[in-house]
């Protein structure tokens, strides 16, 4: 591992954008001190972090005294910044450099939390069925209603917070829109029907670097040889729509064979495995106290009940 303890990174295990930089600080072996922020509890909202990114997001990196935000920037950083044997991005002046950083960008086009949403909401859209956790966590109208009446605190705290209150006011309409939008049929539909032509871009640069491999056994990936950031971002992406149960609507054997073969390749990575594992356990840890907390709802419903029909019972009997 590169000695890198001034390395912070403050991350959601189940986000999207987190698990970029968790992979790609796996692949370079970049050491790092681990601050969850628990996102669904709102510690984003609170001062010291709205402090350090006024936009209240996760993931947010720590470099010493350099903070950066963004996962983009952030990856970018550590490429610049914390140097390893293991580049993710080639030369930016090199056409590969460039071709790599475009089709980041293009895939930072997906607006991810809509689809996410679209299916946590509606998870009838979801072909496969929702990953089992999504599913303990997944009641529709519930999360539907916690999102609206999240807008509703979100002004009240503007009302109360003078420092950080545009913060506040544009987060809740920001909620307010989003709300409007996963809720929305067509919306959703719209943002699902887009992601086939990524799958088919994806395809085609698989399978081009596939036919220019000195040999056909080598393992290629989107930009040839070597596991680059457009790499990363592409298995981000797919991790998310696998946990989603939706992956099999864009790559089969035979939709879009590459990408299958990218997939399989990809869950191999030390790297992945290492994201599946720790983010495992340490997402179950944050969202517990929610799950523990409907189970324990229903349990208290079946004593209630059960001592309700033992005092009938016996009162019967006397
Ligand atoms: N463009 C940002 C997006 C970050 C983002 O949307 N993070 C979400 C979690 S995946 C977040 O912090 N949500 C909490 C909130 O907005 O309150 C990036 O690439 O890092």
Not at 122 to 144: D, F, I, Q, W
Not at 190 to 212: I, M, N, P, W
Request: charged share 25%.
């Amino acid at each position: 591992m590169a000695n890198s303890t001034d390395v912070t990174l403050f991350y959601f295990p189940g986000s999207y954008y987190s698990r970029r930089v968790l992979l790609a600080l796996y692949e370079k072996q970049i050491a790092f001190i681990d601050r969850k922020i628990n996102i669904l509890l709102g510690i984003q909202n609170e001062d010291w972090y709205l402090s350090m990114n006024p936009k209240g997001e996760i993931p947010v990196l720590k470099h010493g005294n350099v903070i950066v935000c963004d996962s983009t920037d952030i990856l970018e950083y550590i490429e610049d910044n914390i140097p390893t044997d293991k580049r993710l991005l080639p030369p930016r002046d090199t056409q590969v450099g460039k071709d790599v950083m475009a089709f980041c960008k293009y895939l930072n086009t997906i607006v991810i939390d809509v689809i996410t949403y679209g299916i946590w909401t509606h998870p009838e859209r979801s072909p496969e069925g929702l990953n089992l956790l999504l599913r303990l966590l997944a009641k529709p109208k519930e999360t539907v209603h916690r999102l609206s009446s999240l807008a509703a605190e979100l002004r009240q705290k503007a009302e109360k917070n003078d420092k950080f209150k545009d913060y506040f006011l544009s987060k809740s309409q920001h909620w307010d829109t989003f709300v409007a939008q996963i809720d929305d049929t067509e919306t959703v539909t719209r943002h699902l029907d887009g992601l086939e032509t990524v799958f088919k871009r994806a395809d085609a640069l698989l399978a081009k670097s596939k036919s220019d491999a000195v040999s056909k056994s080598i393992e290629t990936w989107l930009f040839g040889e070597s596991f680059t950031l457009a790499d990363v971002y592409m298995v981000a992406l797919i991790d998310r729509l696998n946990f989603l149960g939706i992956s099999c609507r864009y790559f089969n054997v035979e939709k879009n064979p590459n990408v299958l073969r990218f997939w399989k390749q990809a869950r191999t990575r030390p790297s992945f495995r290492k994201l599946i594992k720790e983010s495992r356990w340490s997402f179950m840890s944050l969202v517990a106290p929610k799950i523990l907390k409907s189970t324990a709802s229903v349990l208290m419903g079946i004593a209630v009940v059960g001592v309700a029909v033992g005092i009938f019972v016996a009162l019967g009997r006397t």
